[in-house]
């Protein structure tokens, strides 16, 4: 049976962004219908949250379920370079001593399953196995969806304004022309997952680890999950990665990386690789607009942006909430036009042009050890994006010294002339 009758909010898509959204709706009193096509647990990329996700978490009540998870407890993030030396790692917890500062590495496929679980018991009515082959609009608002349930059985379900948090595949993206790919992070990723690899001790155990290959041609990201298993990929250009090779097979692709980063080599040598490889091409960009009249787009139906900071999560959350809070505000007074659907857009955009401004200057080899040794008082603001506390104006305070920074880098002369 699908949907028992017509619900204030219908939401395509049953993970994170997905979960929250419809859960917080449900909260505010609202009847919320969700439709996912698969049937959880399901695979997904995207294990490393970062501490900023807490309050969005506690505002779920997920918080007890976290705690009480086999989930790898997270302190800190580590940054290794191209020689495979470590710097001094970033403890979360000296920028802000609160349990905050505690987060986790998660198997999605269980993570998720969570949420939607606790979606549920907060009175979402969730439906697995159904898809959306349709999104219903009289004129240019959405008014609801057509599902299909895997009995074959296909039905339409309106409601006031439709959500769709369906992922990198969203239909509204495509269908209304919203998407705009990130000219500058055309990047690219190959991945798997190995038992019995490399793991620090003790605080270090659930650190994420950024890893630059030689010639800082790339990057591996490296996650400590729990029953001993970690995830390995190797981030770099699209370009570089996939398409000036003398072979497209993954594997072959994925050593020869592994090959020129020693921060990686030694942690896998040992290991018994545990799953396919995988890949993902050409990833990050962004919608539009993040609303219309009677639909909304959250996490990564919105955008989606580099992996770099473990910020995936994070951006599913916080457009959930926020997006959330918008619909709520407008189903109370009758407004579900696209102004008050689209109120959440600008700070949430901010939030998200600041993490990537720090993606941007990570790409362009900026110093932020030569930065932070300089302004060693703004140490602080750098934490805030490794901890996706960027939905805040104080951080603009860096962007004129980093641009600063740079110019004094460009007016140096080169080596040659100096001597």
Not at 72 to 91: H, N, T
Not at 137 to 165: E, L, M, N, P, Y
Request: with cysteine; net charge negative.
């Amino acid at each position: 049976m699908i949907a028992s009758s017509s619900p204030d909010v219908i939401v395509i898509g049953g993970g994170p962004a997905g979960a929250t959204t419809a859960t917080i709706l449900a909260q505010a009193g609202h009847k919320v219908t969700l439709f996912e096509r698969e049937r959880f647990p399901r695979f997904h990329i995207g294990e490393s949250l970062i501490p900023q996700t807490y309050d969005v978490l506690q505002r779920l009540k997920m918080l007890p379920k976290m705690k009480g998870s086999h989930f790898v407890k997270k302190y800190s993030a580590q940054f290794i370079d191209q020689r495979g030396r470590l710097s001094e790692p970033f403890y979360f917890v000296d920028h802000k001593p609160h349990e905050s500062s505690q987060t986790w590495q998660v198997l999605r496929s269980e993570f998720d399953q969570l949420m939607l679980d606790n979606a549920r018991e907060q009175g979402v009515e969730a439906h697995e196995g159904v898809r959306v082959i349709d999104i219903l609009f009289d004129g240019d608002r959405a008014i609801g969806v057509r599902v299909k349930g895997d009995d074959g059985r296909v039905r339409d379900v309106r409601a006031s304004v439709v959500v769709d948090a369906s992922g990198q595949s969203s239909q509204l993206l495509d269908r209304l022309n919203l998407r705009s790919w990130d000219s500058f992070l055309r990047k690219a990723a190959i991945w798997t997952y190995w038992k019995g690899a490399f793991r620090d001790q003790g605080q270090d155990e659930g650190a994420t680890a950024v890893i630059q290959t030689q010639g800082k041609t790339g990057w591996f990201w490296y996650i400590p999950l729990h029953n001993d298993i970690v995830s390995v990929g190797v981030v770099a250009g699209n370009d570089y990665l996939l398409q000036n090779r003398a072979t497209k097979d993954l594997e072959t692709i994925y050593f020869e990386e592994v090959a020129k980063c020693p921060g990686v080599a030694p942690r896998i040598e040992s290991a018994e690789r545990c799953d396919i490889f995988r890949v993902q091409k050409e990833f990050s960009y962004r919608a539009s607009k993040a609303a219309g009249n009677g639909w909304v787009l959250v996490g990564d139906a919105f955008g989606f942006l580099d992996p770099l900071y473990s910020s995936g999560v994070l951006l599913a959350l916080t457009s959930g909430a926020m997006a959330a809070d918008a619909i709520s505000q407008g189903l109370a007074a009758g407004d579900t036009s696209e102004a008050q659907l689209r109120k959440w857009e600008a700070p949430y955009v901010a939030g998200m042009n600041r993490m990537r401004r720090l993606v941007f200057e990570f790409y362009e080899g900026f110093s932020f050890g030569r930065f932070i040794r300089k302004h060693p008082h703004l140490k602080g603001y750098i934490t805030d994006v490794l901890i996706g506390d960027v939905f805040k104006e104080d951080i603009d305070i860096l962007w004129p010294l980093i641009d600063e920074m740079r110019a004094e880098d460009a007016a140096m002369p080169m080596p040659m002339e100096r001597q």
